[in-house]
């Protein structure tokens, strides 16, 4: 019982007693200087683009690290920080201070906002669509006035169903249609098998559209093997004429897809650049708490050419304005519509 | 994915090769366990999560020793202990021009699920109770945050040996056990945090698919050790309390697309109800 007795101190003691310190070491420093430091590292070991970017992270570390001095408030290290991974040129990068006052911070928003003038779905229900509908968060349809179909893919998140069955049924529902509209502008993306697997609604012959290497670990050439994704026939595929349009909204996943598209003779891109922010990201901490997302791969096209930071052009540039719809007018929409048969 | 399915049917299995039996107990015991942990794959930050979180027992005894079948989930807030819950500001540009600000919380609940099939076998004769046992264990935890940090997210199949102690003297039994994992399953996210994979839709097969290795001791070292008393109410029923303290530590390994070190650390403390099957 002696034994019992002592083992239930032990283990009371360590019950009450704070063993962070113990077993974890001391949290890191979350002074300007860690934090700076902390992020340069991060980006260092993680990022997947610097041979895209021909960038010397190291030069650049050196260039930005004696504006960082102790006593910085919180706005200004966000302001330094951004300075230094606008560099990068990547929307995929994202800075997410801890704090209710200060935004996010992206190379596409201005003061933490995305702001696109280009593209506005209520002037696309109320102008120009005869019949609407809404099949989940992530897929809405209907018929143009002059009977092409129209699907709008806001995101490639969500849930396997939202695609092997919404989206799949709405291409079926427009299957008697002549040509079709697939509408991307506003996607910021996603999971890309959703997006492979809606491009294989459309797709009638098998194509290799992307090539993919991943980081796999810190050093600069620490990769992985190529994958290679290929989109194949998910489903009846819709093999009559349809134009897919983008803007710079559309981001990621919704590039990704645009690259499967593409590959298919029947399918035109009409529209604005995308982003150009093409590879998986993740997300990182700052010892001070604040996050970063990174982009962790190098993703490219079928023929080994890199878009990020220049984002996929389109065939036919079409691009609407405020102005224009607020007065009705979606002039990227009737491009695609006149594109049509 | 399937690695780990297969041995969770085998834990069901041999759970139910000896749930035939009227001989043993059911326990229910709701508990809190502060779980630390730090994952360096996403930051250097210590987070803390109090769960809360609810276990359930069944003990088949036997002459030689114990068939112990035992499952439980948890779920609380996990934040780094350094900034507390943390808060990301949102601003949705509006058509009209206008702006809207929303502060969104970037720390959720992680939650996480156990299950473990334990057999022990006496140490020799035993009066009353009271005596050395020991045994292997199969285990099988999991962590899922669900805030912004994936911090601590992993799957972990195990095989445990432990070793305990039961000391009975009249109402009252404490029993102290052990217990050491000797090889594991580990399933991580990838150096990448990526689990994209071409023509997988699912995002858990794929996490299962992407970031499942092998850990021998010297790269995953796990040690578990509790400790309970019971007082016996009635000839069917007991209360009591336990206490459980659990390490893990997912090391550094040599090659790529592992992810960097993983180090938890629970603390543990539970209410027990117990219901024997046979009189005692």
């Known amino acids: 019982m002696k034994a019992f007795n002592l083992l239930a101190l032990a283990t009371s003691a360590v019950l009450l007693s704070s063993c962070q310190k113990t077993i974890f070491g001391d949290e890191p420093a979350a002074d300007p200087v860690s934090v700076f430091e902390g992020l340069h590292r991060t980006v260092k070991e993680h990022y997947g683009l610097f041979r895209v970017k021909t960038l010397d992270w190291d030069s650049l570390g050196n260039v930005y690290r004696p504006q960082v001095h102790e006593g910085m408030s919180d706005a200004q290290l966000r302001e330094m920080l951004a300075a230094m991974l606008t560099s990068l040129n990547d929307a995929h990068i994202t800075l997410y201070p801890n704090s209710a006052d200060l935004p996010r911070w992206s190379i596409d928003l201005v003061n933490g906002a995305f702001i696109d003038t280009t593209f506005h779905f209520a002037t696309v229900k109320d102008h120009y669509l005869t019949e609407h509908h809404e099949v989940n968060e992530a897929v809405e349809y209907g018929r143009l006035a002059d009977g092409h179909g129209y699907i709008h893919i806001r995101h490639f998140d969500g849930s396997n169903n939202d695609y092997t069955k919404g989206l799949r049924d709405a291409v079926q529902a427009l299957a008697g249609t002549t040509g079709l509209v697939v509408d991307v502008r506003d996607n910021a993306g996603g999971f890309d098998p959703f997006a492979q697997y809606s491009a294989g609604l459309f797709t009638g012959q098998a194509a290799t559209y992307m090539r993919v290497r991943r980081k796999t670990g810190p050093g600069p050439d620490d990769f992985g093997q190529e994958i290679q994704w290929t989109t194949t026939p998910t489903g009846p595929a819709y093999a009559k004429p349809v134009v897919l349009l983008t803007g710079r909204g559309s981001q990621s996943a919704a590039e990704t897809f645009a690259l499967a598209m593409r590959t298919q003779p029947h399918v035109v891109h009409i529209g604005d650049t995308t982003a150009g922010a093409f590879a998986d990201n993740a997300f990182f901490e700052l010892p001070n708490g604040w996050g970063v997302t990174l982009s962790i791969a190098d993703h490219r096209d079928a023929n080994g050419i890199s878009w990020e930071g220049r984002g996929l052009p389109p065939t036919i540039v079409a691009v609407a304005d405020r102005d224009g719809l607020n007065a009705g007018v979606d002039a990227a929409l009737e491009a695609a519509m006149e594109a049509l048969p | ?280």
């Open chain 2, 1 to 280: 994915m399937h690695r780990h399915l297969l041995l969770t049917i085998l834990f069901t299995v041999l759970s139910l090769l000896r749930s035939q039996a009227q001989q043993g107990y059911f326990q229910l015991t709701p508990g809190l366990d502060r779980l630390l942990v730090r994952d360096r794959q996403v930051g250097d930050l210590v987070h803390r999560a109090d769960l809360a979180r609810l276990g359930f027992t069944y003990a088949h005894t036997g002459p030689k020793g114990d068939w112990v079948f035992h499952l439980a989930y948890g779920r609380g807030l996990l934040a780094p202990t350094s900034t507390g819950a943390r808060t990301k500001l949102f601003r949705t540009w509006n058509w009209d021009g206008s702006v809207t600000d929303e502060p969104i919380p970037m720390d959720r609940p992680m939650w996480m699920a156990e299950l473990r099939v334990a057999r022990t076998f006496h140490a020799g004769p035993q009066v009353d109770g009271n005596g050395w046992y020991f045994g292997p264990a199969l285990g099988w935890t999991a962590n899922r945050p669900q805030g912004f940090a994936p911090v601590g997210q992993m799957a972990c199949a195990t095989f445990d040996g432990l070793i305990g102690r039961a000391y009975v003297s009249g109402r009252h039994r404490i029993n102290a056990e052990f217990s050491l994992t000797l090889v594991a399953l580990m399933t991580r996210e990838p150096w990448s945090r990526s689990v994209s994979v071409p023509g997988n839709m699912g995002r858990i097969t794929s996490f299962f698919d992407s970031g499942t290795t092998w850990a021998a001791p010297w790269q995953l070292f796990q040690a578990q050790l509790d400790l309970r008393y019971a007082y016996q109410l009635s000839t069917r029923f007991a209360i009591g309390l336990g206490v459980h303290i659990g390490y893990l530590n997912d090391a550094e390994r040599d090659g790529l697309d592992h992810p960097a070190q993983l180090r938890l650390f629970h603390r543990r403390l539970e209410a027990a109800l117990t219901h024997n099957l046979l009189k005692r």
